[in-house]
């Protein structure tokens, strides 16, 4: 009796069906969630560990063209560091002598390709700038870039 | 009774909807989406700073009869001093814009900027050039809130050139 009833069983087993239906409401929610997220022209840009880039209600978006990185620890050109960047001051910078800075040669030096190449369109700087750093260390990396041949510039900001 | 539930059972048919090719498409999609998503939406702020005028320059200003007027924000450490710049506009009339602002506490009056500047864009609706000249100290976020204001208010457009400079 206990085996027949063992046979039975076994026979009347069903492949169990896998439960997808959870499985298919956290897909789509990561889904919404990525097509809101969706950037028709994602830009990989590298921002510095700790750098925080203040909030803004600009529309504008922002061109990669030669980043210029100023955090509260470094001065960076692209991924080229330049300049060590202490309590707000930068090394190696004479405030009324920019033009001797290693800033100013290394941007000189873009300029001259840029020139070189007859290519204005990427001649823009952007600015990736800590909203913690006080004006006077901005205005020297401001000043020496308006010197070196690029007076207009963008500010990379967080979108509000 | 029993032969009836039996019935049923036999003729119930499997009405589970096949999800099988719509979890395909997801995990098609989800790569996908992952690689194009922003999750830091970077957007910027145009600015310059002030470039020697050509006297060609300066003459086509003069020779349009609409007046443009360049109001300068002065940041200072503890108050916000406004006024106007001009060569299209006589010295009296530019006197009218000077203003001075005490900050409220740490915070500066950049609602009551606000309403300055959109009187000066009123007045002069050609104007479309800020200067803004912050103090040594003034932090890069509050220049950047100034910016925000100057630029445009309740989608307003206000004076969306902005020139970063130094005192003159």
């Known amino acids: 009796m206990a085996l027949g009833q063992r046979r039975y069983q076994r026979k009347s087993f069903v492949i169990p069906k896998l439960q997808i239906t959870s499985m298919m409401d956290m897909f789509t929610i990561i889904l919404i969630f990525l097509l809101f997220s969706f950037s028709d022209n994602p830009e990989k840009l590298h921002i510095e560990k700790g750098m925080m880039l203040p909030e803004s209600t600009s529309q504008i978006d922002c061109n990669k063209n030669i980043t210029v990185s100023l955090s509260s620890h470094s001065l960076k050109v692209g991924n080229q560091q330049i300049a060590v960047v202490n309590q707000g001051v930068i090394s190696g910078f004479d405030r009324h002598h920019p033009e001797k800075s290693k800033l100013y040669k290394h941007l000189m030096s873009i300029r001259h390709n840029l020139d070189s190449r007859k290519d204005q369109e990427n001649s823009a700087i952007i600015i990736f700038c800590d909203q ?29 | 009774m029993k032969r009836f539930t039996r019935n049923k059972k036999v003729n119930e048919t499997d009405t589970d909807i096949d999800m099988v090719p719509i979890m395909n498409m997801f995990l098609v999609l ?54 106007a710049l001009s060569d299209q506009v006589d010295a009296k009339n530019l006197m009218k814009w000077d203003v001075s602002l005490n900050k409220n506490g740490n915070i500066f009056p950049l609602a009551d ?28 976020e509050t220049i950047i809130q100034t910016m925000d204001i100057s630029r445009n208010s309740n989608q307003h457009q206000l004076f969306p050139n902005v020139v970063l400079s130094d005192k003159i």
Request: net charge positive.
């Open chain 1, 132 to 160: 913690r750093l006080p004006y006077k260390t901005i205005h020297q990396v401001v000043k020496t870039s308006g010197m070196a041949g690029f007076p207009n510039f963008q500010f990379a900001v967080l979108k509000k």
């Open chain 2, 30 to 83: 989800i790569p996908f989406l992952l690689s194009s998503a922003s999750f830091f939406d970077i957007n910027a702020i145009h600015t310059s700073v002030p470039v020697r005028q050509t006297q060609a320059n300066s003459d086509d200003g003069l020779s349009n009869k609409i007046k443009k007027i360049i109001p300068v924000i002065e940041m200072k450490a503890n108050k916000i001093e406004l006024y």
């Open chain 2, 113 to 140: 900027i606000q309403i300055y500047l959109q009187d000066m864009k009123k007045q002069y609706p050609e104007s479309d050039t800020i200067l803004i000249i912050p103090d040594d100290n003034i932090l890069y």
